[in-house]
């Protein structure tokens, strides 16, 4: 009996490390891939670069037009990201404390939106914006897309969030003549950073790394393609040179790096608060 809890802890260590190993090699290989010549790539595919060839990524940028990609999908990411947190904010405040009816039921109704994938929505969604004459205005059919896609997993998480906040801290402020919009602004939002970095990290791996309806939504137009559909188009032109092709990989995988580091402490905030109560 003994033995056995002895042996968890490193059976449970030994499990995480190779999880690790298989989700951070890919990134390594790619990252190292994109200082190789094709030639070096093709006569060791596994060594280190023997030089890093940075001129990939300027190459990348100037015949690759990935800068343009990249601004656009910086551009659809911010006004996204910006839209669905206010949004998401004040609709999860008023359903978790304005006493909204019925609030649990749609709060429930939301949940299940979310467990539709985006895929069987695309067909009606683009029949929709092409009656309306929105496919072809730039960033508009994406940007209204993912809001829509991303609205019910941010109300559901923020809603969560927002009833583990103590009732009576809610009322003191009420009793001192705070306005619920003050309510919102002065106490609860300050106190959801773990909730709202959480939100904002799925919700910006989603958004720049989707590809499916970024593809269809720019068919008809070359202006506002992301860089998910953009390095698509830069592998159907540059087939064989793995250098430029990781290169543009890399500039989809290192924000999305970069943005979990700067927010890891509010990201496990986000996601443990309400686990423990007292």
């Not at 003191?172 to 709202?196: N, Q, T």
Request: proline share 5%; glycine share 6%.
């Amino acid at each position: 009996m003994n033995t056995r809890r002895e042996n968890s802890p490193i059976f449970i260590r030994l499990s995480l490390i190779i999880f690790a190993v298989v989700n951070i090699y890919p990134v390594l290989f790619t990252i190292s891939t994109s200082f190789k010549t094709t030639e070096e790539f093709y006569s060791n595919l596994w060594s280190l670069p023997t030089k890093f060839h940075t001129e990939n990524y300027v190459e990348a940028f100037k015949v690759g037009h990935i800068g343009d990609y990249l601004v656009n999908s910086v551009v659809i990411a911010v006004v996204t990201l910006f839209t669905v947190t206010v949004l998401a904010t004040f609709a999860a405040f008023a359903l978790a404390r304005l006493r909204v009816p019925f609030a649990g039921a749609f709060v429930s109704f939301l949940f299940i939106l979310m467990i539709l994938p985006p895929e069987s929505m695309i067909i009606p969604l683009y029949m929709m914006m092409a009656k309306l004459k929105m496919i072809n205005v730039t960033y508009l059919p994406i940007i209204v897309a993912y809001v829509g896609w991303l609205m019910p997993g941010s109300i559901v998480i923020l809603y969560n969030f927002f009833r583990t906040i103590p009732e009576e801290l809610i009322e003191s402020a009420r009793m001192d003549g705070c306005s619920e919009l003050g309510l919102l602004f002065r106490i609860v939002f300050p106190l959801s950073s773990g909730a709202v970095a959480t939100c904002t990290v799925f919700n910006f791996a989603f958004v720049w790394g989707e590809l499916m309806w970024a593809q269809i939504a720019t068919l008809t137009t070359d202006k506002g393609i992301p860089l998910s559909v953009g390095l698509v188009n830069f592998q159907g032109e540059y087939t064989t040179n793995w250098g430029l092709m990781t290169a543009g990989i890399c500039l989809i995988i290192i924000p999305l790096i970069v943005l979990f580091i700067f927010l890891q402490r509010y990201f496990v905030q986000g996601l443990t608060a309400g686990a423990v109560k007292g």
